[in-house]
Antibody, heavy 117, light 107 residues
Framework: VQLVDSGGGSVQPGGSLRLSCAAS????????MSWVRQAPGKGLEWVAN????????YYVDSVKGRFTISRDNAKNSLFLQMNSLRDEDTATYFC???????????WGQGTLVTVSS | DIQMTQSPSTLSASVGDRVTITCRAS??????LAWYQQKPGKAPKLLIF???NLQSGVPSRFSGSGSGTEFTLTISSLQPDDFATYYC?????????FGGGTKVEIK
């Protein structure tokens, strides 16, 4: 199992960024997937998750209406479209395989998003 | 939202010590609790799921217990590789939430 996060970078407040997670080594279309973030020097915060077929999505309140999680099962890829970015969105973003009530058993290496003017 | 409170936030211990970390949920979550270990610059690693089940490949010196609102992670004999930060996470209700972390340092 391998998850490779990409797409991070520096952006000004109000800007947009699209994160990607490339999955391999397992049947991607059979699993829920999540994004989890970690601000510099801080703890972990779950951001969003998506069902196998994309029919259900859940978000933490702080990103609702600004972030959109999506997936492309044909390309074994997970995405996070982040709009209207704020300073407080600065964090390393990890994708993770989501086993629902079991937890997150595999994680990407993380991609750093910095929101600053 | 369910608040997860870990204690202590920092713990100083020596190799061979028995270490216990506590996690309290602001409302009952059954046994839907996971524990993770994270080392600096790395992704978290799942240690325990469903409060007391050891994830495959995790050494047996790690154990978890509890249900409802009170949970513990125990390391029976601390090893050099165990110095890290540990997080609990409730997997019961959206939004999924983590504890603030417990950093295990070398004494």
């Amino acid at each position: 199992v391998q998850l490779v996060d990409s797409g991070g970078g520096s952006v000004q407040p109000g800007g947009s960024l699209r994160l990607s997670c490339a999955a391999s080594g397992f049947t991607f279309s059979s699993y829920w997937m999540s994004w989890v973030r970690q601000a510099p020097g801080k703890g972990l915060e779950w951001v969003a998750n998506i069902k196998q077929d994309g029919s259900e999505k859940y978000y933490v309140d702080s990103v609702k209406g600004r972030f959109t999680i999506s997936r492309d099962n044909a390309k074994n890829s997970l995405f996070l479209q982040m709009n209207s970015l704020r300073d407080e969105d600065t964090a390393t973003y990890f994708c993770a395989r989501d086993l629902k009530q079991i937890g997150f058993d595999y994680w990407g290496q993380g991609t750093l998003v910095t929101v600053s003017s | 939202d369910i608040q997860m409170t870990q204690s202590p936030s920092t713990l100083s211990a020596s190799v061979g010590d028995r270490v216990t970390i506590t996690c309290r949920a602001s409302q009952t979550i059954g046994d839907w609790l996971a524990w993770y270990q994270q080392k600096p610059g790395k992704a978290p690693k799942l240690l325990i799921f469903k409060a007391s089940n050891l994830q495959s490949g995790v050494p047996s010196r790690f154990s978890g217990s509890g249900s409802g609102t009170e949970f513990t992670l125990t390391i029976s004999s601390l090893q050099p590789d165990d110095f890290a930060t540990y997080y609990c996470q409730q997997c019961d209700t959206y939004p999924l939430t983590f504890g603030g972390g417990t950093k295990v340092e070398i004494k």
